[in-house]
């Protein structure tokens, strides 16, 4: 899977993630930081899930309908355990990203808002 880590999440991840084979860009490793819109732009256009912390990205793409290819946010997730986290996430909702959801995991939860949901909003 293609995936876009922002730069609040842990840069460890992105090394955990690659070594599953996943086609990993960090933003941590950009010269500068683009703002939220234009990061979820960026994913958008080369077709890579998000991965942040940010809820911002959400109301992005639910109030500004700034269009996505799924986005994950991690609550309250240890730093160390993030690259661990998403994997998971990554591998049982992968289907359910690619179609362009948006889903919320805490330590206790998953939460998946499907794209229907998100577009009518």
């Not at 010269?31 to 994913?43: K, V, Y």
Request: glycine share 8%; hydrophobic share 40%; charged share 30%.
């Amino acid at each position: 899977m293609r995936v876009l880590l922002d730069t609040c999440v842990w840069g460890g991840a992105k090394n955990f993630l690659s070594l599953s084979e996943h086609h990993v860009v960090w933003a941590g490793d950009w010269e500068r930081d683009p703002g939220d819109s234009e990061i979820l732009s960026l994913a958008n256009t080369e077709k890579r899930v998000l991965v942040t912390l940010d809820k911002d990205f959400g109301e992005l793409a639910v109030l500004r309908r700034i269009p996505h290819c799924g986005i994950v946010r991690l609550v309250n997730i240890p730093a160390k355990q993030q690259g661990s986290v998403c994997l998971r996430i990554l591998e049982k909702y992968g289907e359910e990203l690619n179609k362009g959801s948006i889903i919320t995991c805490d330590e206790k939860r998953v939460r998946v808002r499907p794209p229907e949901v998100s577009a009518l909003s």
